[in-house]
């Protein structure tokens, strides 16, 4: 078995948690490589594009963390094998990860000009996008996005509506995914009840 290595934030969210929280379910051993906000400036050093994850594999240092996301889903059978079934998967995870640079684009501002650009990614693009989600969970059947069972779309979408919820977004409604794609909440919920999930968060909250 190769050594891994993931390099991200100590989060409990982002961009790396889909591929932790992955590799936690399928009981893959890895480095999970946590740093701080303060460190970030020196980390990013030591990446190619100054930004996380980064996925070492048997040395090999690996970004882009959709890809990283799939490697993991490749891993541990957290990745539809039928092409069809993988296309929907992937479509999923390159919808998140679009409105997530949306959102991105917006950390750097503050007062007003925050205020304004979230309100108008709540207006516009957070609440298109959580509707097309919301949409294509009942398209294929209510409960997952692809395969007809827990996929890496599902821990994407799980972290990106877990985000959402959590009040640490300035400007983004608590409400918002309760409003406008509801069934995103159900989806959360049934996520996050899964045995080797709950256990994953329980042994963070002591
Ligand atoms: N396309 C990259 C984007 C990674 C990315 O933007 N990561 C953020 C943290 S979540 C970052 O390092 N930002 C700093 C920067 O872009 O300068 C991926 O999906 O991994």
């Not at 882009?64 to 993991?72: F, K, P």
């Not at 998967?89 to 991105?104: H, N, P, R, S, Y």
Request: charged fraction near 15%; include cysteine; charge should be negative.
């Amino acid at each position: 078995m190769s050594q891994l290595k993931l390099t991200y934030f100590d989060i409990h969210g982002g961009r790396a948690e889909p591929a932790r929280l992955a590799l936690h379910i399928g009981g893959i051993a890895f480095e999970d490589s946590r740093f701080g906000f303060a460190d970030f400036a020196e980390v990013r050093k030591s990446t190619p594009f100054g930004q996380v994850p980064t996925l070492d594999v048997d040395g090999v240092q690996v970004t882009q963390s959709d890809a990283i996301t799939r490697y993991a889903g490749k891993l541990t059978g957290l990745y539809p094998a039928d092409p069809f079934q993988a296309l929907l998967c992937d479509e999923v995870l390159a919808a998140v990860e679009d409105v997530t640079i949306k959102l991105g684009a917006t950390f750097g501002l503050a007062g007003d000009a925050l205020k304004d650009a979230r309100a108008a990614l709540v207006a516009g693009p957070i609440t298109t996008y959580l509707r097309w989600l919301q949409s294509q969970l009942q398209a294929h059947g209510g409960q997952y996005f692809a395969d007809n069972r827990l996929t890496v779309a599902d821990l994407k979408v799980f972290v990106y509506v877990r985000g959402l919820n959590s009040g640490r977004l300035d400007h983004v409604p608590t409400d918002l995914v309760a409003q406008v794609a509801p069934q995103l909440n159900a989806h959360l919920q049934m996520v996050a009840q899964t045995p080797a999930i709950a256990q994953y968060y329980a042994q963070f909250a002591a």
